[in-house]
């Protein structure tokens, strides 16, 4: 049974850097799956952020391609989400998931809260 | 970016109820759509991917249909475990969409 499992700071300050790692147990990330990040702000609905590849072939969502970088550690079995330049926008849960059938999303971390804020 | 709005966003029912949610996506996305569900503070439940493969371990009462552009996730009888958000996604270009949501909320 694949898990994953989101950790990083719960609180960032605006204009800082956001930091998460997902670290994979029950599967590797060596397999032919992509590994992806979603978020959800308070009380709204899901946002693909992008996906990494075990080749280190990234994909990101335009809406936050200037700001975010998704690298992988096949050597520690995680992988991470750097978004740099965050506003009070930013503030949500962040999941990651691997990428299974179809490009669906089937298993997905528990979720980080993040808050950006002073 | 392809748009994936649901309807109806919310709607009421009950126990035994036969519930059908349906997610437009606004150029065709082929067979690249996949239905989630999501009980407050837990993340989404993968149910049907590819628009109507049932995920391993899902009751038989739910179900997907659809191609193209228009597609249906079924819940054939409502238990109460399934009052919940649901949403649909697609996959077939980047970046890849979420519909909005739909609470299905007890009557």
């Known amino acids: 049974q694949v898990q994953l499992q989101e950790s990083g700071p719960g609180l960032v300050k605006p204009s800082g850097t956001l930091s998460l790692t997902c670290a994979v147990s029950g599967g590797s990330l060596s397999s032919n799956n992509w590994w992806s990040w979603v978020r959800q702000p308070p009380g709204k609905g899901l946002e693909w952020i992008g996906e990494?590849?075990?080749?280190?072939?990234?994909n990101y969502n335009p809406s936050l391609k200037s700001r975010v970088t998704i690298s992988i550690d096949k050597s520690k079995n995680q992988f991470s989400l750097t978004l740099n330049s965050v506003t009070a926008a930013d503030t949500a849960v962040y999941y990651c998931?691997?990428?299974?059938?179809?490009?669906?999303?089937?298993?997905w971390g528990q979720g980080a809260l993040v808050t950006v804020s002073s | 970016d392809i748009q994936m709005t649901q309807s109806p966003s919310s709607l009421s029912a009950s126990v035994g109820d036969r519930v059908t949610i349906t997610c437009r996506a606004s150029q065709s996305i082929s067979g690249y759509l996949h239905w989630y569900q999501q009980k407050p503070g837990t993340a989404p439940k993968l149910l049907i991917y590819a628009a109507s493969s049932l995920e391993t371990g899902v009751p038989s009462r739910f179900s997907g249909s659809g191609s193209g552009t228009d597609f249906t996730l079924t819940i054939s009888s409502l238990q109460p475990e399934d009052f919940a958000t649901y949403y649909c996604q697609q996959s077939s270009s980047y970046p890849q969409t979420f519909g909005q949501g739909t609470k299905v909320e007890i009557k």
């Open positions: 990494v590849y075990r080749t280190e072939s990234t």
């Open positions: 998931a691997r990428v299974g059938n179809r490009g669906s999303n089937d298993y």
